[in-house]
């Protein structure tokens, strides 16, 4: 059971950049105190997003959005953004992404906010890419999870969609998921499930489990949505089969410790989505960078 995102809300994509501003010229308006000594408001030139890495790009989106806040809050006109792939696309060392055309005081001070943000959607999409890429003909999918960088969930799951990979849950909110620590607390997982189905009776319920006996408890106790938590492959063989046997339309997820050497081992079992929180939590960047060609002053 995965929940659909959308494309990045505009409102989001709004707040986001405006965190990121202030992080990076202080409260607005602002400074850049290297760019705004040495280079004329009226400087006008264009800029290259380049990639320096074969991958995946994502976040690009999100690139007028800081243009045009720069350009707010230094009083210059909005650049022009030709956008050249769209997020997703598979890309090769020295592809041209975008060009930015406008004053230069707004590329340079845009710069480094517009390549965190997409250097980091594109190394999540790139990363992506290889699961389902490895996954490819087997019919299970790739998770994300909630490990996700504080203030950049929403970007780092629309990346995940964009590198061929399928959200879960978004929050704690939208789904619940009764883990060990829950059965610990309400005394079983039966209990559990009971107490969220009570309180809660519109959310979809997934539980975690560790055991076969685990596993067919859960089931017994109306989950439809299954983890299959760090078991080895002998063993999530035998859950998959026990389980479908009593219900076929159980969603199974296997989760923990999975590598790409194993992934499709690991869907041979027959579950529906292999779980990675290493797709946002561990995924090194995309170098991209903006090569500045002045054109006029």
């Known amino acids: 059971m995965t929940v659909p995102t959308p494309a990045l809300d505009p409102a989001w994509i709004a707040r986001t950049v405006e965190v990121a501003l202030d992080e990076d010229l202080g409260p607005a ?24 890495q074969d991958g995946v790009v994502a976040g690009l989106v999100v690139i007028p959005e800081v243009v045009g806040q720069v350009a707010a809050r230094l ?18 060392r020295g592809d041209v992404l975008a060009v930015l055309t406008g004053p230069v005081q707004v590329l340079l001070v845009a710069e480094r906010t517009l390549l965190n943000l997409a250097s980091r959607a594109s190394g999540v999409a790139t990363h992506t890419r290889r699961w389902a890429d490895a996954l490819e003909g087997t019919g299970a999918l790739v998770l994300d999870t909630r490990k996700t960088t504080p203030g950049l969930r929403a970007l780092e799951k629309y990346a995940v ?27 079983s997982v039966s209990a559990a ?15 975690e489990a560790d055991t076969l006996q685990q596993a067919l408890e859960a089931v017994a106790a109306g989950a439809r949505f299954l983890l299959l938590d760090n078991m080895p492959t002998p063993l999530l063989t035998e859950v998959v089969a026990a389980v479908r046997a009593v219900d076929p339309a159980v969603e199974l997820e296997a989760t ?26 561990s995924s090194p960047i995309l170098d991209l960078a903006l090569d500045l060609e002045p054109v006029g002053r």
């Open 193 to 207: 499930v009971a107490a969220v189905r009570t309180r809660y009776p519109d959310v979809t319920i997934q539980v």
């Open 29 to 52: 308006p602002g400074r850049d105190v290297t760019t705004q000594s040495t280079i004329s408001p009226q400087a006008v030139g264009a800029a290259d997003l380049v990639a320096r």
């Open 256 to 281: 923990g410790n999975l590598t790409l050497d194993r992934a499709r081992e690991v869907a041979s079992t027959g579950v529906d989505y292999l779980s990675v929180g290493g797709l946002t939590h």
């Open 161 to 187: 969609r964009c590198g061929g990979g399928t959200n879960k849950r978004m929050g704690l909110y939208d789904v619940a998921m009764v883990k060990d620590n829950h059965v610990v607390a309400a005394g």
């Open 75 to 92: 009083g210059l006109a909005v650049p022009s953004v030709d956008q050249r792939v769209p997020d997703g696309t598979r890309v090769a």
